[in-house]
Every structure is written in C-alpha cells, then in structure tokens.
C-alpha cells in the first residue's frame, strides 16, 4: 500500500530544522575575533539571509520545474550532465550530510552528560541516532509528525529567548547603526572569511528539494517550504544575533583563539537574563534541538543516496521512489555511527562550506542554463527577478569561495580528495550501469 506523503508544514519543518543548528549557536563567537563592529556582524547575518533567498528562489524554480527527490543531484543530472549530478551526490552522501550528523551526534551525547553528570556520551549520541532513525522508517506520518512537532518546539525557544532577551537588554539601536570603521570592516579579508560561519549557518535552505518526490504536491509545496523556511529564519538570526550582543559582553562570547573551541552562545546569554535553573538544564535544551537538526538530516540526506543507487546499482532511472528509502536512510546511519567510533571528522567547516556552495552555484548557473536550453518545459513557478536573483547568487558564492581558498589552502587537498574519488566512483559505476543496459 503507497505510503502517505509529507505535506507543505512538514516540508517547512524540514527546511527550518536544517537551517536552525550549530551554527547560529556557536558562529558568533568566531566571528568576534576579527569584527567587532556590531553593524557590521548584523550585515554579516543580513548578507547570509539574501544569498540564501536568492538560492531558495534558484532552487523554487528548479525544484518545481524538476520535482524529483535529489536536489542539486537531480538538476545538475538532467540539465548539464549525469557526472556532474553525480559528484553533487556524492558530496552530500559523503560529507554535506553524514559528516554534520556524526558530529551533532556526538555533541549531544556531551551536553546530555554535562547536564546530568551521568552517562558516556559517545553511548548516548548513539542511541540519539538510532531512536532517530527508527523513526524516519517508520512512516511518512510518524516521521512528518515528530519533525513537526521537534522543529515546533525547537523555534518556540529560540523566539521566547529573543523575547526574553530582547525586554532585558537596554536596547540601544545606535550601537548597529553604520559608520566608517564598518565599512573598513566589511571590505577586509576577514568579513569574507567571517562570512564562512555564517554560510554555515544559514545551509540546509534547500532541504525539501531533497524530499520533492515525496511531497503531496512538490510543484507547489518545494517552492514555498525553501523560500517561507528560508525568510522565516533569516529574521530569526537578525534578530537572535542582536540579541547576543546586546545582553552579554564580547569577551564572554569569543572565542579562545588558542583553542578555537566553539562557545555556546545560547547558554551565555541566558546566563545574564535567565534563572540559574537554565544554567543546570541548558544541556538538554541544546542537545534537544541539536537533535531537532539531526532529525531533519536522517530526513534529507539518504533521498540523495536513494537517488544514486536506484540509477547507478539498480538501473532503475525512472522506478517510482515516492517511498521511504529506509536501507539508505540505515546506510547513511551507518556511515554516521563509524564517522563517530573511528572520530575520523573533527574539523569539517571550511571545506564541507567550500563544496556545498561550489554545488550551489552550479545549480544557480543551471538554472540560467535551463530558462534557455529547456524552454519548453512546464515551468510552476519562475524565479523572482530574474537574471538578477541567480546572477547575485553567483557572484556573492565566487567571492566567497576565492576568499576561503585563499584563507585555508591546505583545506584544498580534502575538496580535490572527496572531488576526485566522487570522478573514479561515478566512472567505475557509469560502466557498470552502460553493461547493466547490454
């Protein structure tokens, strides 16, 4: 019997639950280091949310155009080329998704430990993962509701600590208004490279096109769950990151530039307006929302492996995937549970950042691409201003990934490394597949 399928809430919860992690918890405190001009860190936040809009308008398109579970996988397939879909594939099969979740997974194995005293906490990001897992098995409905329901509460917090956050302060609007030494600071190396977290941050504003095929109605539901999902967080983050540097001195949020060890900034903060019980308890709501986070990437992430495998191993180019993916959805778990028992990821951002916004920015020249070479497909929703939209989106990617290779260099290795062994894959199944069709 056909399975019943996500509907337009749940794809939003999808979006915003991937959006809402780490790193608008932690970016901040990196951020510090080299900017402390207020106006200028807000504008840091505020770019994010436009180049993240711009991309949501992209994929909006795409998406609809192509409502077929697999993002960037699918688009680069059918509008260049399969080899090139299949190296967006394997760098959200290998790294984009599986890499973050091992990582949340162990994250929130130590705040549950710290707040309880209590536990080993590799044991406890386990169980997190699994629990998770099975319930992304067992039904779109089972899966849908605890999505809604973890990302629900996830941003009820996030808003009442705004709230709350926001009567305590002195709220003085001065301190972000521009002056010379915010635009000395916005067009230094370190505004590019601090652009890096906040990239970070605002990714996962593409999720449901993971999920298109599974959606009630993709050609409507794709476009508004990436573009509502992706406004409705860009305000949060404005106003969240305002918040933080109004309640709580920088020297407490920055972070140690000997160790780079990340600061919770939610924590900090409500230090200052909060009762000391939130101190004692901030452990379990972090690691509640982190696993809001990992719930949503256990949702997105094996579509795209599905994707591959049903092409490439099964040769089933156009077998009906509207079904859970539960062996890859296990797989992906899999390479989860090894990543955090061998500990092989601990320093991920730079270039997991650099290769997902190279693969965006194919997809933003895809859709250009596409207005012109597949002029007579069913378009549902067209681009908000284009060019201009896919245009703006490239040439803030381009800065932004030629400020990162000049920044950390030696990072290239890891991207040429996952590059080139995605190129021998798709090559050792590309023949595989041509024999498979003899």
């Known amino acids: 019997m056909k399975q019943t399928h996500f509907g337009l809430i749940s794809a939003i919860s999808i979006v915003i639950a991937n959006m809402i992690g780490t790193g608008v918890f932690t970016g901040l405190g990196y951020q510090l280091l080299t900017i402390q001009d207020f106006a200028a860190i807000i504008t840091l936040w505020i770019i994010g949310g436009l180049l993240s809009l711009c991309g949501a308008f992209v994929y909006a398109e795409l998406g609809a155009m192509l409502p077929h579970s697999g993002g960037e996988y699918r688009y680069l397939s059918e509008v260049f080329h399969p080899s090139l879909g299949f190296l967006s594939g394997w760098v959200s099969s290998t790294i984009a998704f599986t890499a973050p979740l091992a990582l949340s997974s162990i994250a929130v194995g130590n705040y549950i430990v710290a707040s309880l005293d209590y536990g080993n906490p590799t044991v406890i990001g386990l169980l997190s993962l699994l629990g998770l897992t099975a319930i992304h098995t067992l039904s779109h409905k089972a899966s849908g509701a605890f999505q809604s329901f973890s990302t629900g509460a996830k941003v009820l917090f996030v808003i009442i600590l705004i709230v709350l956050g926001c009567s305590h302060a002195d709220w003085d609007f001065s301190h972000f208004t521009p002056t010379i030494n915010t635009a000395a600071q916005m067009a230094s190396p370190s505004f590019a490279v601090s652009l890096i977290y906040v990239i970070f941050a605002y990714s996962g504003w593409n999720a449901s096109a993971y999920v298109a095929s599974e959606l009630k109605n993709p050609e409507r539901d794709v476009p508004l769950s990436i573009i509502l999902g992706t406004v409705f967080v860009t305000i949060v983050y404005v106003f969240l990151n305002m918040m933080y540097l109004m309640v709580a001195p920088m020297h407490e949020m920055m972070v140690n530039p000997e160790t780079m060890m990340p600061k919770e900034l939610v924590v ?24 809001s986070s990992m719930s949503a990437m256990v949702v997105a992430g094996p579509r795209v492996l599905r994707s591959m495998v049903h092409e490439y191993v099964r040769g089933e180019e156009k077998s009906d995937i509207s079904t859970i993916p539960v062996k890859s959805i296990w797989l992906q778990t899999g390479i989860a549970v090894l990543m955090i028992l061998t500990s092989t990821y601990d320093t991920l951002i730079t270039f997991t950042t650099f290769l997902m916004t190279l693969f965006s920015s194919l997809t933003a020249m895809a859709a250009i691409y596409a207005r012109f070479s597949m002029r007579n497909v069913h378009r549902p929703y067209r681009m908000f201003a284009f060019p201009a939209t896919p245009f703006l989106f490239l040439l803030i990617n381009v800065w932004i990934l030629y400020y990162i290779y000049q920044d950390k260099p030696r990072d290239m290795y890891y991207v040429s490394a996952i590059l080139i062994s995605g190129i021998i894959a798709w090559v050792i199944l590309h ?8």
């Open 268 to 291: 900090i903060a409500g230090s200052h307006f909060l009762p000391p019980l939130f101190t004692s308890i901030s452990g379990l709501i972090i690691a509640f929302m982190l696993i």
């Open 431 to 438: 023949i595989r597949k041509k024999r498979m069709q003899t």
